[in-house]
């Protein structure tokens, strides 16, 4: 039986180093151009593979929980907190808690496409 | 009356002298002199009853010797646990400070950015980088308390939920495109005034330990 590996993805590799703010409209490199650009397809491919979803956060200038809560928190608002959690895997090894934080996120988001942050 | 508060006052002062000589040997030397001294010159009155032969053996000797042995090699090893304890308590606390200073920076960076009104690319990098370093102060006070096994009582959870709601109040909307607002520089305030409060209570709880 071949073993899947997880599906990998790199914000700094992938997208941008210096991750913007929330909405495409506000800036570039936003929490939703991310989104819906990389992480909702990368992250149905991992769903149709039956794997997961690695991101690693580290190696940007950093982020705004504007920027994490559109697009982690967002993810979840279309699929569910509980079907992302089941197939995402975060690696932060620059930001002690940002993972935690992000997985927060996901936790929080609600299914009336706002977020209750803030 | 009187004669009762001047002893009082003599042996309060004796007990303080001896009390900053803890962990000293020069503690035990001073103990022994103090309590055997009045044993020794009242013992005749207290012990009437009881009377002594006028010899030392070889019993009685070895008897002292092994007991002052015992006083020597106890008096060691509490010693160097109070040591241990100290140098624990001392790097948490240097730990905590630690915190509680880049708390300070980041707080500091936020107000320059509120009072200038004016987003730039420099003001957000020093906000997320600024956070980024009080967060992960906070990982290495809480990896420095687990490595502690007599501090594995002490919980940074209070802490640590109040980091999270703070990279929210810095970071979430408006930032980083426009500048913060009243609302967020008196929610900033709040969370920072508690965050103090929590390390400080803290650094009482480790010196406490």
Redesign the interface.
Known sequence: MTKVEALQLSILRDFSMTP???FSH??PFSGEQFRDEVLVPRFKEALESKTKLFVDLDGT??????FL?ESFGGLARIYSPELVLKHLELKSE?????A??VI?YIEEANDNGKSR?? | MANLGWAKRILYRIFKILKLLIGSPLAYLLYGIVIGLPLGLFSPLIFASITFKNEIGIADLLNVSSTVLVAVVIGLYLNKQYSDQRVEKDLLIENAKEVSNSLKEIHRIFLDNYYQQSVTEKSVREIKSGFKNFSNNVAVLENSIQKCPRMSRISLEEVKEQRRGYRVILTNDPFPTSPYTISSYNNEDKVYRALIQSIQTLILEINRK
């Open positions: 913007g703010p929330r506000e800036g200038a950093g982020y705004g929980t504007s809560e620059e930001d002690a808690y940002l935690e934080d927060a942050l803030g």
